[in-house]
């Protein structure tokens, strides 16, 4: 982990003198951020801007933390449930991580004129986890995982990403090292 991500995970959770130290420097800042949030919601509130009707229902999964806190499974888990129900459901995400600056299905276009990729450097390895239900031992598909591992066009970083680390976030593992001695 590196320094950078290590000394805002500290000051997110206020842990030491450091992260203490650091969420305090950010509080002026954060001040800032609030305001102009507030002052955007207020603005829909007045009128000011226009808000967007979409012609079905939306639920938001999401909360004011970052990371590992099951927003990926909850969504996943609400998306089944609604479907079991007969609804038609369609999950929308920023597609953090990913490279794609419009929006982009993840997995094959629909009407072939939208763009579409099951590429995690293109759509973000969520979006990826999100579009296949891979890896979950509580997955529909028996065989999964090696279904996933033997994708032909992703890389060995982004299966490591996918399998270890939304698995590990999931249920907050740590990497252990293990070296082998050429046994079993």
Same mark, same amino acid.
């Given at each position: 982990? &590196?320094?950078? $991500? +290590?000394?805002?995970?500290? /000051?997110?959770?206020?842990? @030491?003198?450091? =992260?203490? %130290?650091?969420?305090?420097?950010?509080?002026?800042?954060?001040?800032?951020?609030?305001?102009?949030?507030?002052?955007?919601?207020?603005?829909?509130?007045?009128?000011?801007?226009?808000?967007?009707?979409?012609?079905?229902?939306?639920?938001?999964?999401?909360?004011?933390?970052?990371?590992?806190?099951?927003?990926?499974?909850?969504?996943?888990?609400?998306?089944? &449930?609604?479907? $079991? +129900?007969?609804?038609?459901? /369609?999950?929308?995400?920023? @597609?953090?991580? =990913?490279? %794609?600056?419009?929006?982009?299905?993840?997995?094959?276009?629909?009407?072939?004129?939208?763009?579409?990729?099951?590429?995690?450097?293109?759509?973000?390895?969520?979006?990826?986890?999100?579009?296949?239900?891979?890896?979950?031992?509580?997955?529909?598909?028996?065989?999964?995982?090696?279904?996933?591992?033997?994708?032909?066009?992703?890389?060995?970083?982004?299966?490591?990403?996918?399998?270890?680390?939304?698995?590990?976030?999931?249920?907050?593992?740590?990497?252990?090292?293990?070296?082998?001695?050429?046994?079993?």
């Amino acid at each position: 982990m &590196s320094f950078f $991500r +290590r000394a805002v995970e500290r /000051a997110w959770t206020r842990k @030491g003198i450091d =992260g203490q %130290a650091l969420h305090a420097a950010l509080l002026p800042a954060s001040a800032l951020f609030a305001g102009a949030a507030r002052l955007r919601a207020l603005s829909y509130r007045l009128h000011l801007r226009r808000r967007r009707r979409l012609p079905a229902a939306v639920v938001s999964v999401g909360n004011l933390s970052v990371g590992g806190t099951g927003k990926t499974p909850t969504a996943l888990w609400l998306a089944e &449930s609604l479907q $079991r +129900r007969g609804y038609r459901v /369609a999950i929308l995400s920023r @597609g953090y991580g =990913g490279k %794609a600056r419009e929006p982009t299905v993840a997995g094959r276009s629909p009407n072939g004129e939208t763009p579409a990729s099951l590429d995690a450097a293109v759509i973000g390895d969520e979006n990826l986890v999100l579009s296949t239900d891979w890896p979950h031992d509580d997955s529909r598909f028996p065989h999964s995982i090696d279904s996933f591992l033997a994708l032909p066009y992703l890389t060995s970083e982004t299966k490591r990403k996918v399998l270890w680390d939304n698995c590990a976030r999931l249920y907050n593992l740590q990497p252990v090292s293990v070296e082998s001695s050429g046994g079993n």
